[in-house]
């Protein structure tokens, strides 16, 4: 079974952690959606914690996703 994934959210964790880690597009493409979710997590309770706030970055319960309502993923660097 092949599974598909939300194109904008997919652009959005790739260029997360591409970003953070200063990883190529292929590097962060190539990686599975769960471990690319999961450093997405990763990178967001980091950044949370470094700001001093609650660690929002856990996943919706209703979605998964660590995306916030407005479609921007928590805790991001322009909120600094």
Excluded: K
């Excluded at 200063?22 to 980091?46: K, Q």
């Excluded at 319960?61 to 660097?77: E, H, K």
Aim: hydrophobic share 35%; with cysteine.
């Amino acid at each position: 079974m092949i599974s598909l994934y939300d194109r904008e959210t997919l652009f959005e964790e790739v260029a997360f952690v591409a970003y953070h880690f200063g990883w190529s597009r292929d590097e962060a493409l190539g990686m599975p959606h769960w471990e690319r979710h999961r450093w997405c997590e990763e990178v967001s309770a980091i950044n949370d914690r470094m700001n001093g706030g609650e660690d929002t970055a856990d996943p919706d319960p209703d979605t998964g996703s660590i995306l916030g309502g407005d479609g921007v993923i928590q805790n991001s660097l322009e909120d600094v």
